[in-house]
């Protein structure tokens, strides 16, 4: 009944518009998943390679019908006839598939689309919602939401060259609540742009997209939005960065193009640990480029017990930059990025691995995002405690943050939420609180 029957794919389009992976896997009983690729602007060296066909007569190069005949090749030959309950055998028999260390042969994004459907035909196969199938009976505890208020670097053509201002609703005793207290932040933040004329529009992740001459006065404009929000800043509603700086990193140190301020890695640190302490800041994510080892461990040093420090580039939701990490004491969260890595097995290893060093996961969407809801089952299988999707806008955003709603249904009186209490947890004392 849980045999592998067939494998096919298909070429569909992310949230950007752009060419992305589906893949159907159906089983001998009936039951059929689905895998949808998302795909990353922002994305760092050590990533698993997405394999497009860099044809400039179809989708400007973006197309991946490369990706599409492997899974409706190679891989289907590998795998039908398998087990769909042996996520882990049939992730590895893809790794060896490939055989590089990158999974540039077949791509990240053909792997990634088989390994995500086999998951979720395994679960229909098993008549249980995904969240119980990848975290058994323990996966209870639902996500205090990172949601995107400004999007900035990449995500808004550098109008502003950090590229997340988000929120974090540390007063929620609940996750409605939480979405309710953002919902409110956003709105008035609108009204701030609106009002001091710097709305440009929107960002790829449904953030504000915001004018600003200085990086700082995007802060200032976040907190003025939580307090007409009527919220206490820090207290109520904090603040949360992904300063994404390796897209700033050049020649050996960082600079701000909306500034035109040059900095080395040094002053840069000096800089961030400079916002963390003088705003009310309770995350800041890639504040460093993804391999300036030196600056992390000075961030580490400065703020670690004070601010969740996320490394995103910095570790790609690899097991091995994630264990040199828990080695140097570079960070104290990994951002969580399935097509970082390629597969779900590997995934669920890098969030073990977080969890067992004391350190926060949070699962993240990408910025080129499909409809699929795979990440918010994730965080809930997985008790990661933090789930990162973008903005409070836009379906394929909205479809995660409704999908733990229905989640929490499920559950009935087993969900739990820990909301800020989750840092605590970890050691992380904010000094606001």
Known sequence: MTTV???RALQIFDSRGNPTI???????????GRGLVPSGASTGHHEALELRDGDPQHFRGRS???????????IARAIVGRDALDQSGIDAALIALDGTPNKARLGANAILSVSLAIAAAAAQARGLPLFAHLGGDGGTLLPLPEIQIFGGGKHASGRVDVQDFMVVALGAHTYAEALEMTFNVYQAAGDVLRRHSRLAGVADEGGYWPEFDRNE?????????????????????????????????RDGGYSFGTERRRFSSKAFTDLMIGWVRNHPIASVEDPCAEDDWEGWQRMHQAIGGSCQLIGDDHFTTNLARIERGIRAQTANSVLIKLNQIGTVTETLAAIRRTQAAGWLPVISARSGETEDA????????????????????????MAKWNEILRIERQLGARARFVGADLFAQAGIVLPFR
Do not use: M
């Open 374 to 397: 795979f990440i918010a089952h994730l965080a809930v299988a997985t008790n990661a405690g933090q789930l990162k999707v973008g903005s409070f806008t836009r379906g394929e955003r």
């Open 22 to 32: 589906e893949a159907e896997v159906t089983l001998s009983g009936g039951a059929r």
């Open 64 to 74: 991946v019908r490369r990706a599409v005949g492997h899974v409706e090749g190679e």
């Open 5 to 7: 029957s067939a494998v």
């Open 217 to 249: 006065d995007a802060l200032a404009a976040l907190v003025e939005a939580i307090e007409l929000a009527a919220y206490r800043p820090g207290r109520d509603v904090a603040i949360s960065l992904d300063i994404a700086a390796t897209d700033l990193f």
